[in-house]
């Protein structure tokens, strides 16, 4: 049981069922010994009425006279006792007819017992003094036996609607303790990097569940702030060294322009440029970045027909292909619209189109699909080349993270698909690498949902 509400709904049933079962055991114990306490008050209420037919004198009657006493007695209580009197010293003085020669079971050192006897059943048996005489009393312990069998019954269907009815109380109790638990974890799914000033509601009874809900919203509050701190320095952190960079990148563009510096230095200064150039590019890549993972970037996502949109990119697809000496194919299947901005769907194509190129050798094809189906728009593009490994593949989308660099000569940041990811996060869509067909190469699909599939979830 991996839920809170479950656990606590099952021990709450557990033990209010067990706690139950100990009453009615208990009652059980404490019932018998007063039924079987009441047997003997019986017995005894017999024994006094028969010492009182016997009379004073009952030492000096002889067996007939003893007999003729005690029957007048016993007779009109032989449906309920059996009696038997005797003389250690002497035979049998007495037998009631109801025992049909049969003698009562004797337990040595007891005056009060519950015996069993054949063709009787069980019994329970008193033994009373009557100087010279033994007087035994028994009656029946079946109505006992009975009532505690009815006991039983009654109890157990007790048991089973108490825990019916505790499984019940016990759901509605953790549902009703779990709510301010419920309001927790909602608040806390709905707090994120685009939403880090709302928090948890807090009651006014002092309990841990509101220490719980203070503590939350302490951390969160320190999460705001090092977001905003981290927002306001990549902001500052881009706009301040952009402004240094392009002065230092005029002064080298001038000093060339000057035409006297040694060959040497020129390509220096050439090479100079070039970085700075690449590191102006990572600073407003890690600038888009931190506004994507803050989805503090508003896109214009209309509906736009995806065949009319490749068949645009294609162009230029296949012009960055017959320049770096490979080739180029692409296909569309399906029909429907996709809620996307072109300007970024084609930043992402682009970026995924250039690793291709780099990935395959000369001569190699690179292989665009894409189908509308499902609801969603698929988008594949395949290299030719020598692809990746599985961990690899697993780690494709991560920042700063390049393969087969000395291989491609790639000088790219490391940034370009983990941008792409972003872009198609921010969609709604999903991407990922996976092996081409024939596993020779590289493949990476994106998928973003069509109008319909995204009003429908909408």
């Known amino acids: 049981m991996r839920s809170i509400g479950a656990r606590l709904t099952f021990w709450y049933a557990l033990s209010a069922t067990v706690t139950m079962a100990i009453l009615f055991l208990a009652g059980y114990q404490l019932l018998e010994t007063r039924l079987i306490h009441g047997l003997d008050q019986l017995n005894e209420a017999e024994f006094r009425q028969l010492q009182a037919h016997l009379g004073a004198d009952y030492k000096k009657l002889n067996s007939r ?38 003698e009562i079971p004797d337990i040595k050192g007891k005056r009060a ?90 009651s006014d009874v002092q309990d841990e569940l509101t220490e719980l809900s203070k503590l939350l919203n302490q951390m969160f509050d320190r999460l705001e702030s090092a977001f905003d701190q981290i927002r306001r320095f990549s902001a500052d952190a881009s706009h301040e060294l952009k402004t240094p960079l392009s002065l230092i990148r005029l002064h080298a563009e001038k000093m060339l322009g000057d035409g006297d510096l040694p060959a040497a230095h020129a390509e220096a200064l050439l090479v100079q440029i070039d ?26 996502l209309k509906p736009r027909d995806p065949a009319r949109f490749l068949d645009n990119f294609a162009q230029d697809a296949q012009a960055l292909a017959e320049h770096t000496g490979r080739g180029f194919q692409w296909t569309h299947v399906g029909k429907g619209r996709a809620a996307f901005e072109e300007k970024w769907i084609r930043q992402v194509l682009l970026n995924v189109f250039t690793n291709a190129l780099n990935a395959s050798p000369p001569g190699g094809l690179v292989t665009l699909t894409s189908e509308i189906g499902g609801g969603r728009w698929r988008v594949s593009v395949e290299d030719d080349g020598p692809g990746l490994a599985a961990d690899q593949r697993q780690r494709i989308f991560e920042r700063f993270v390049r393969f087969n660099v000395a291989a491609n000569g790639d000088r790219g940041s490391g940034l370009g698909l983990t941008i792409s990811k972003s872009i198609i996060d921010l969609h709604g869509g999903q991407m990922r690498a996976e092996p081409a067909v024939g596993h020779r190469g590289l493949r990476v699909t994106f998928e973003i949902p069509t109008v319909a599939a995204a009003m429908l979830a909408a």
């Not at 009109?76 to 250690?88: H, K, N, R």
């Not at 609607?161 to 109790?173: D, E, K, P």
């Not at 970085?275 to 214009?300: G, H, P, T, V």
């Open 65 to 102: 006279e003893m007999d003729e006493r005690i029957r007048n007695t016993s007779e009109s209580g032989s449906v309920l006792f059996y009696i038997a009197i005797d003389e250690p010293t002497a035979d049998i003085k007495f037998k009631s007819h109801n025992l049909r020669g049969l």
């Open 113 to 202: 017992y519950s015996a069993e006897m054949a063709g009787l059943g069980d019994l329970r048996v008193d033994e009373f003094l009557l100087p010279p005489f033994d007087v035994t009393i028994a009656t029946s312990a079946r109505s006992v036996h009975d009532g505690m069998r009815e006991y039983a019954k009654v109890c157990l269907a007790l048991l089973i609607a108490m825990l019916v009815a505790s499984l019940g109380i016990g759901l509605g109790l953790s549902r009703l303790l779990l709510r301010p638990m419920r309001a927790i974890r909602e608040t806390a799914n709905r707090i994120g990097s685009d939403n880090l000033s709302e928090r948890i509601p807090v």
């Open 275 to 300: 970085e700075l150039a690449r590191l102006n590019q990572i600073i407003d890549e890690m600038l888009f970045l931190s506004r994507a993972e803050a989805k503090a970037i508003a896109f214009d």
